[in-house]
């Protein structure tokens, strides 16, 4: 086992869970953060049931004070951090003239500033350790708005640019930053429960994205990708 911590923040049945399970079949131990504890249980008992190690710490992370405790937790019991892979989202849809502020606000909070407090937290471990991983989580929305979906453009928009800018800053000192968009439903229990019928060719599998992410991991220095995007070949783009 690496003696290097990965965290997983936005953990839950779907590409949380994937992630977590990947980066600990890559020896790591992993930090599960959610805002419920119950949402990364099963996932760490999965990655204890292998041999793996795991700890489960609730948080919000638009709180930065909660976000700082949450990974100061996770390295004084399982080790240096080498990774973050940022899966939290943001969130909120309606017409655009009956939006609280309120909502675009949070739904940027979850999707932007959770990823700029946890960044923050564990790239000066990444500096010392001289390389790091950092994975951000993106949607289409990242690249064009979507009429009735503003606070979640604005969100997935920021995170994309908050991705460049840490790329241009950390690449050259031995952080990986990867941003990557998936174009497209995750195939998750949530989405079977709504429409079990739906064509397995017309959703993404969780475990195919982590595979994605690993393997921009894996990669050799010289030859960093920054953006990827992942779609199912029925979708339009």
């Known amino acids: 086992m690496h003696m290097e911590t990965a ?5 839950g049945p779907g590409l949380g869970a994937s992630l977590a399970r990947a980066f600990s079949r890559e020896g790591y131990s992993v930090g599960l953060l ?9 996932v760490a008992a999965q990655i204890r049931a292998n041999k793996g190690k795991a700890l489960v710490v609730p948080v919000d992370v638009t709180n930065r004070k909660a976000a700082f405790q949450a990974v100061d937790k996770i390295r004084s019991e399982l080790g240096t951090i080498a990774i973050l892979a940022y899966n939290a989202s943001g969130f909120g849809r309606g017409n655009f003239l009956d939006l609280d502020p309120e909502v675009i606000r949070q739904s ?3 999707g932007t500033m959770g990823a700029v407090h946890l960044a923050q937290a564990v790239i000066p471990d990444m500096l010392k350790a001289g390389h790091g991983f950092i994975s951000l989580t993106g949607a289409t929305a ?3 708005g979507r009429a009735g979906f503003a606070p979640l453009a604005i969100a997935k ?10 790329a241009r800053e950390f690449h050259p000192k031995g952080i990986h930053i990867v941003h990557v968009i998936v174009d497209g439903q ?3 229990p949530r989405l079977r429960a709504r429409d079990p019928n739906r064509a397995t060719e017309t959703v993404i599998p969780p475990d195919a994205i ?3 992410i690993i393997h921009a991991f894996k ?4 030859a960093w990708t920054h953006e990827i995007d992942i779609r199912p070949y029925v979708e339009n783009f």
Do not use: K, Y
Request: proline residues 2%; glycine residues 4%; charged residues 25%.
């Open 142 to 144: 990242s690249l064009r």
């Open 210 to 212: 982590a595979d994605a």
């Open 34 to 42: 959610s805002r419920r504890s119950e949402s990364s249980e099963s």
């Open 108 to 110: 940027f909070e979850v």
């Open 186 to 188: 995750i195939d998750t």
């Open 7 to 11: 965290i997983v923040a936005g953990v």
């Open 219 to 222: 990669q050799p220095r010289n």
């Open 157 to 166: 928009s920021s995170l994309r640019i908050l991705g460049q800018s840490l």
